[in-house]
């Protein structure tokens, strides 16, 4: 990785392929963790991350580039117009990448200001997203709450399709190039911005996951009555810990937009954001942040070889590979589901540091994370995210 | 013509939206889960109608019972091997629930790969096709016009007939109603899920079945009224197969009805729109409402005013 960003040339090949996965881990490193967050360790089915992640997108081409536009003619530079519907598409390969990125080639403290204005922007709408996820989610049944976030995915895509002014209807838009400085190929870099973030989301789940609030969370999973009777506020951490996933998983809408360098709805489709972070959830074990991080390694890995050398694969199947993608897709999300229920690394007990477990009574409690969300223990008469009664 | 084409496309869309939202209501009682797999379960009908009119030349109507038994046989072996094995091994709603949705992925791109492997062998055409050429004309309309409510009546009909006359139709609403007792009570509780579990898969293939005489056809298309069917259901109740007949019906004509109006009104854009309607029924009765028609029916029973207006527009009271 290191020569590849010192390298000025353009990177294929194997290269290439390299950037890729570490680019799609970084990513779905930060939904998939975020889904294991919400899902594995506080029992919230989040089947709509995909809204969140086009709430990053559409922050980008709707806010950072109309912001990037609004400066760079306060700088001085000329702009082709931009405010109707139609300039705003026309123009917008003119504006964006010879105007704009040509001012911005030399202002590198504005491209890092405007990456981490984009990054911050999307953290705080994925949070209002995630409040206002959490509205149905306060009332409904796990499997209402499924369906309501699956249709808010589609609907939102639909929005994005026609309202021109977020992110240029059908055809898309370019967006600023924020490395716009760095001589080399920017995707590089891109890809080491997003790994980097990845990371640190992922430490960040993973030390909150053993924080006392995390243990809450857990516990409220586990019990929520038991929760509530002790004094804590089950439908307010609930709602938090919605908002605050939901706020990371804005990121990876955002920093693939910077990959691409161009914001389509077609890029942010359910099955892409939605299921396959869940297969790699479900397959690396769910509750378990190292079996989140494998899954994901392991599905990224898969999916970006098949896509690369998708034409020794085209010749063994005799049928396009996208087709052969959803299979693959439909096919392990059962057979994980059948055959290795917990995932490849089960989840375990938290230990809490600074207590002496030698000391205690060992007990080995199995922990099963498909009995998590004790929608179906009341026999489907009440609403399971939150105990609430069917009939008030 | 009797009926603007509108008007004729809303109701064949409705009529089918409520024998979907039917077989929706009829798995998610017996099963307690939703089937996200129930539109993609039309296409299989969808493509049979295909291959019985485009290659093999004979009236796609010939092809119904066909698509029935397929989709009957699939939905049952979907219930048989993953379906049951799942919740024998402890999966609650939200397990079986991504396993439908698993199916639901699988299923759409099997379809896409039977589509292009007939393009391949006989090239023609095989996404986007509509089969309104190998209609029959009945007084003086499309035939399918009445083929498709017939249909719907005729289900309703035998659906209830069933449901409240027969053995196993009884047996099904105990399933329904609770699983344990019905099983204490020497019920084959296995048997009736297999038997409602061929019934929603035939039902829904054979609206797909009728789906491309009218309207334009893929494996998208049929995945895509899975909205349309959950609205339908929900609005109805889920607890209640009668209820999801009204929903489903009214949800399928709002679609094309309030669009067309809203085209009417506003201006052509709005038909970009039109999968919004659904959700936002959705959305509406799940944040009013989550129990639908159903719900209200039960609110108005116990109240007073609500039992006063029951009265007055003459709803025969129940024992």
Redo the contacts between chains.
Sequence with gaps: MLDLIGSLAGVSGQARLIVDIAMYFGLFLIVAMSVNFQYGNAGVPNMGCAVQVIVGGFTVSAITTRLTFWLVQMAGVQLLPYQSDYDWVYNNFTNVSVLTNGYLKEHIFLCMTLLLFSLAVSMFLGAVMGWVIAVPAIRLRATYLMITLITMADASQIIGRNVVGISGGTLGMFIPNVLAFYPGDRTVVMAVITLFVGLISFFIFRTMLNSPYGRLMRAIRENEVTVGSVGKNVVGIRRNILMFASGITALAGTLVAFYFSYVVEANYQRAFWTYWPWLMLIMGGPGNNAGTFLGTALVVAMRRIIIVYKWFFEGLFGFPITYFESVLLGTLLIAVMIFRPNGIIPEKLLYIPGINYRQLVREEVPVDWRTAPKAKAGGGKRFGLFGKKEDD | MLLPAIWMAAIIYACLITILSIGFTLTYLTA???N?AHGTYAGIGIYTSYTISKIFGFSPYLGFPLAFLLGGLFSVLVYLV?IQ??SR???????L???T??????????L??YA??IRALYQTYTIGFMLKLFDFRLFDMPGIFTVSLLTCVVTVILLHYMLTRTRTGVAMRATAEDLELSSVLGIDTNRIQIYSWFLTGGLACLAGAMYPMWFMSSPLAAAGTI?SI?AGS?LGGFENVYGAIIGGFGVGLSEIIVTFGLQQLLGS?VG??R??IP?II??AV??IE??GLQGIYERMMASPTGLKFLRAVGWKMEG
């Design positions: 307690k889960i939703p996200f993953v094995v799942l091994m402890g999966g609650g709603a939200i397990v629930t991504i396993a949705l698993a199916i639901q992925i699988f299923l759409q791109a099997a896409y790969i292009f492997w909205t959950m929900l854009w970009e729109y999968p919004l959700m959705l959305v799940l944040l989550p129990r």
